[in-house]
């Protein structure tokens, strides 16, 4: 068998027969730490970002696409009012129709931008050069149960998720925009389990590219499924399911 999880955990102490409300190892009293070092804060979509030094043009354009990234995020695409997106920004519909052309182009825009810059700190960054992609994505799953960073997702649910579910058979340009989305992630995941292979931390008779497929089928499941459940132990049962395979991943001892 793999080795255990309790390099990530703090002791939960003795076996119970009956599993508690959640389980031990994602309670908010023991918090992990995000693989990147970011606060829960900081991993809310769309993330908040400073751009006071730059044009006030490009100014009013950002805090144009952040409103509306927030406001298709919480009512979906088809429900997001230009009105909400207008007042959440400050901006006028002059400022609106200057840098866009109409609300599909300022959501394609903004989604582009969210998806992508968002994604890549929370999701792909911890993968870019590890060679134990399989401790940083139980790190960064228990870091999401323990710190809270969960709850906007149980509300509103996963944002690419959300415009897949929605948009991705209705608009093609949404659909490449999410495909491009989802394959970043799966290509720096196949890339740490190839490094972990080289290194002898991953099994050499999986393939990467399978296994990476799968754990983002996964994410995407479960999340739509506490989504609809609106209960963190949906996430939190599959994600100590999850954590076993997981460990089937690495060389037997």
């Not at 509300?155 to 970043?184: Q, T, W």
């Amino acid at each position: 068998t793999g080795r255990s999880v309790s390099h990530i955990f703090h002791d939960t102490g003795p076996e119970i027969s009956e599993p508690p409300e959640r389980p031990l190892q994602f309670s908010q009293d023991h918090p992990v730490s995000h693989p990147m070092g970011l606060t829960p804060d900081e991993v809310r979509f769309p993330m908040a970002h400073d751009w006071s030094d730059r044009p006030k043009a490009e100014q009013t354009r950002l805090g144009l696409m952040a409103a509306a990234a927030a406001e298709i995020y919480e009512k979906g695409y088809h429900a997001a009012a230009l009105s909400d997106i207008l007042a959440r920004a400050g901006a006028t519909k002059g400022g609106l129709y200057h840098h866009f052309p109409d609300k599909r182009s300022l959501a394609l825009a903004s989604m582009d931008f969210f998806l992508h810059s968002d994604l890549e700190q929370m999701w792909v960054a911890p993968f870019r050069t590890t060679d134990d992609p399989m401790t940083a994505l139980q790190q960064l799953i228990t870091f999401l149960h323990t710190s809270g960073a969960l709850e906007d997702g149980l509300k509103h649910g996963c944002p690419m998720v959300n415009l897949s579910e929605e948009m991705a058979v209705k608009d093609e340009l949404f659909r490449e925009l999410i495909d491009r989305v989802n394959s970043e992630w799966r290509e720096a995941m196949t890339g740490a389990l190839r490094r972990g292979q080289e290194s002898g931390k991953v099994r050499k008779d999986i393939d990467p590219e399978a296994v990476a497929t799968f754990c983002l089928a996964v994410r995407h499941g479960v999340l739509s499924q506490a989504k609809i459940a609106g209960d963190m132990n949906v996430t939190a049962k599959c994600a100590t399911a999850f954590f076993d395979y997981l460990e089937t991943l690495r060389p037997q001892e």
